[in-house]
């Protein structure tokens, strides 16, 4: 091989890896995603409720979705982790829940502790059956949720 | 060097002998050769392959302008794929954004891209402006250039405009409540173009209707034409001479 088809070859080469990490991007951009695993009135089993020590906030997820299980004596309730506010995830912190962004505290049933969120976390029902807890659909006990924030579970 | 001696920069800069057949064959493929060939575009072609770059127009200050066209080629293509996913209603924009950058593969990607190039032209035509403004290249016969280039300075402006309002969350709600505000308080006319640009009192779902037709339809079409004469200006006067 010569210099100059090497240098040739080797251009091509490169261009075909530069010409590749755009069309493969755009590809798989144009496929549409999958539909969301879980459709709202689906139930989904999250697992045993060994799973979920009594007296303890525990996070999981519900179809693709953040969610925090209680387990108060045995009765398991389960709510949305999605802030209220501007919907970002809320994590367990001891037996409260805070929001990372904008530190937004909710208590361990999910209301309001203090803001800037103005509106509790919403349930998810759920029901022990065969040692497993399955969850079924959220509910928006309030009409006041706004739009952006039931599309999150849409 | 004086100005008017011109020094080869590289390439082809010999005049083309007639006798010759047209050297295209050798620059092109095959294919694209023939192509060119039946287009009729091996004169035109040539034409552009023999323009000689002075020395000085060299430097990378006169690049700003074509980055910021470079950017707007990738607006452009980013901006055709954002689409695909979009829905300009007040109910579903913000979610279809959301989809855009958790749901859809490499959305987050191109969703980034078309923010920052976005944000990089409005910095590089700015900078173009600057440059032009000190190289004294604005200057007879290059005045419509200027003209148009401050047009489409103003373009992209509105394209940066209308395009803030299209995740429809507060940061772009507000951001259009206080610029179309702004608009409101021109003189005589402005109660005329704030509701014009809003579609009413307030920013409801026309708001975001009017916006994303001005975004995909209308400044699309006038960047192109202004862009198309900006261009051909350049080619018909050549780069300014040296300071």
Known sequence: MTRGGFLKWLIGALGAVALGGIVYPVVRFLKPPPASTAAIGQVVNIGPVSSFPAGQLTAATVGGRPVIVTNVAGKIVVYSAICTHLGCIAAPSGTELHCPCHGSVYSATGTVVHGPATLPLPFYSAKVSGGSVLVGPVTFTRASYPTWYKGQFA | MSVDTVEPQGGDVN?????????????????????????????????????????????????????????????????????????????????????????????????????????????????????????????????????????????????????????????????????????????????????????????????????????????????????????????????????
């Open chain 2, 15 to 243: 005049p083309p002998d007639a006798a010759q057949p047209a050297p295209t064959h050798g620059r092109m493929p095959g294919a694209l050769a023939w192509v060119a060939n039946r287009l009729g575009m091996e004169e035109l072609m040539e034409d552009q392959y023999n323009r000689i770059v002075p020395i000085h127009a060299t430097n990378y200050i006169y690049c700003f302008g074509g980055i910021a066209f470079i950017l707007f080629l990738i607006l452009v293509v980013t901006g055709i794929l954002l689409v695909v996913y979009y829905q300009p209603t007040p109910d579903a924009a913000y979610q279809s954004v959301v989809n855009i950058s958790t749901n859809v593969a490499f959305g987050w990607w191109v969703r980034s891209i078309h923010k920052w190039a976005a944000t990089g032209m409005v910095i590089l035509v700015f900078v173009h402006l600057l440059r032009v403004f000190f190289t004294s290249a604005y200057k007879r016969p290059r005045e419509l250039n200027w003209i148009s280039g401050v047009v489409l300075l103003m373009v992209t402006m509105a394209f940066g405009f209308t395009g803030y309002l299209l995740p429809w969350d507060q940061k772009a709600y507000w951001a259009t409540r206080v610029g179309t505000d702004i608009a409101g308080s021109t003189p005589f006319i402005g109660h005329f173009l704030l509701v014009s640009l809003r579609g009413g009192e307030n920013i409801t779902g026309a708001t975001l209707g009017r916006f994303f037709t001005l975004h995909v339809l209308v400044l699309p079409v006038v960047i192109v034409v202004f862009l198309g004469a900006h261009f051909w200006m350049i080619r018909r006067h050549g780069i300014s001479g040296r300071l």
